[in-house]
Each structure stands twice: as structure tokens, then as C-alpha cells.
């Protein structure tokens, strides 16, 4: 076994959270082995992703407008070995090469995480190689410095994506403190409930980005959602529901001419939701960069809106590339090499449990 501390070169990184199956290699670059150890990690140079292959459940979820835990984790079982032969395959590498093992423990559906923390413990106890477990919201914060390894600290995180809406403060690197997260729903299940009503597809967001293209996000006048005591949680739930009235009571339909406008101006909401919130965060930690990531950080008019803001208060703001975004075992190994170059404190490998709730 690679002894604590030594430098794993290679790195085979595992995401099952939710209902993407994900597997990427990875390998620190020179001068990131350089500082394994007790430097800090925010010196590492970004790892490089050799392949990072993502297979996505969608057609399966799609007939329930959203994701059937049971269905996920069967559709993992089936397709994992698969994902993970295709990652080494792409990375030319065999499981030989592999010095450290990366794994998503939680959030997320329960037998889905599972199937990946079984999969990478099997793994790394066979090849009695050192194993590391992350957690996927700060996993998804990583894939922003994965590209920009240089983002100045403190940081300011937004995480959208289908089941999170939080804030973090990020003071240095590997801390992530909360400063709000949503109450009821977050925005990209927002997004893809209200898809669903509509018998638009899934998941929602990107069909709603797509069909409210060129409509005019003016048109259909929602109230920003705010929770009563102003502070930084958020709250969709109530936009969801007024959307949702007000599709029923207008007759709104899938062939409407009104559409386009009508998912403009929800997108538009959402994202001003969103980007409102940064902006009070920010007055508030003072940050010298700002991060937005997560499924929903695909979406072009947030990445507008807060790049705008960004502009306006003359911060430095990252969004990862669309790939990145979404769940993705890259954020996964990247993660996980900085936490092994900070000196792991994970416990005996095969210890490691998942936790389905943040
Ligand atoms: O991060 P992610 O892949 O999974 C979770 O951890 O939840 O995010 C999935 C979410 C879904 O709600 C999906 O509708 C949303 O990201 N999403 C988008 C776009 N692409 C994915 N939302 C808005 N616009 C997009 N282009
Ligand atoms: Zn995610």
C-alpha cells in the first residue's frame, strides 16, 4: 500500500450519487506530487483528467419526470464495471497503475452511493491500495479549481444542482462552511417539476433552457422568492407553486405560443433567486472569488447573470466548464487528492459508510 503522505500518482475516482454512473482517471500533475504531504494543498497544481467517463440514466428516469431511487441504484449495478473499463481504457491504464482510489460517500440516494463505495472498496482492498471518500457537494465546488487552480481564497461557493442549493464560505482550501442552503426544494428540482407539469421532459433544466430560448423573461412578472427572515437559505418552493397555479389556471400548455415566455421568465427568477443571494453573501464574507457549480450551473442565462454581478463588484468569477457541472467522478479524484495531500485522516479504508443526507 502507498504509505500516508507518499505521492499517488495515478488516481481511479468513482461518482454514483444520484443516476449518473461516473469513473475517471486522473493523475497529479509533477508539481502536485511534489507537495503531497504536509504543504498545503492550495500549492498542488491541478491534477490531469485522463478520461472521465460519464453515463447518464436519463431514458431510464425520464417515462417518472425524476429520478426512481430503486431503478438508479439496479441501473449502477448493471453498468458500473462497464464505466469504470471504459475510464482505464481511455486513460490508457491498467488497475495495476492505480495508486489511490476515489469515492463518493454522500449525499445522495442511499443505494446508489452504495454501488460506487462497494465498488471502490472491493477495488482498493484487492489491489491493497489506499482509498479516499468525499463528499459530493464539496466535490462539485472542486471542479471549479480541477480548471482554475489558481482561484484566490477566500472564495464564495454557489452550489445549484438538482437536490442542493447552498453558499459556502470557502476561507482556504478543503474548508466549506455553510452559510445557507435551501428549506424546501432546490432550484434544479424546481426546474424539473415544473418540466414535468408541463410534460416537457427530463431532467427539466436543460429543456427548459431550451425551449425558453429567445422568449422574453420579462413577460411573466414572478416575485423573487425570499425567505421571511432575509437570511441566506433559500426557498423555491413558493415559485414553484405560483408557477405551477399559474399554468393550471391559464390553461397553459406544451404547444402554447406562450411558452417560450413563460420558462424565460421562470429561468430568469430562478437564476436572479440565485445570483441575489451571492451578492448578499458576499457583502457579507467579503470574498476575493467567486465559484458557481453544480447541474444547474450549465445553464447560460445564471452563468450570464452571475458573471454579471461578478463584473459590477469587480470579483474574479469561475464556472466550470458544462461537463464538469453535472456529476462527474473528475470532481471526485480531484477532491480526493487534495484531501490525501493534506495528511488523510479517513480511518482504516474499509471503515469508510455512506451517508445519504448532508
Ligand atoms: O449536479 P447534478 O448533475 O446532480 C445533482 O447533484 O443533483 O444536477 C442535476 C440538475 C437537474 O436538476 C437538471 O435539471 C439541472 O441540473 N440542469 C440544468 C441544466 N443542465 C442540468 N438546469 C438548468 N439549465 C441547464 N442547462
Ligand atoms: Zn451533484
Redesign the pocket.
Known sequence: MTAKGESPVLVLAIET????TSAAVLRATDAGTRTFGPCPPSLTSAPEVLSNIVLSQDEIHAPYGGVVPELASRQHIKTITAVVGEALERAGVGLGAVDLYAVTRGP?LIGSLLVGLSFAKGLAYYHVKPLVGVD?LEA?LEACFLENPGIAYPALGLL?????TALYAMEEPLTYRLLGRTRDD????A??KI?KFLGLG????????RLGKGGDPRAFPFAVPRTKDRSLDFSFSGLKTAALKHIRESGLAKDDPRLADFLASF?EIVARALVDHARAAAEQVQPRSLVLC???A?????RTRFQGYAREAGLDAYVPS?KL???NAAMVGALAIKRYAAGPSEGPDLDLDAYPRA
Open positions: 450519487s444520484c443516476d449518473e445522495g459530493h462539485h445549484v444542482s438538482g437536490g442542493h432546490a432550484a434544479g428540482e426546474l424539473d418540466a427530463y431532467p427539466g433544466g436543460p429543456v427548459i433552457e429561468e453544480g447541474g444547474v450549465r445553464n447560460s442565462r445564471l458544462p457541472c453535472t456529476d
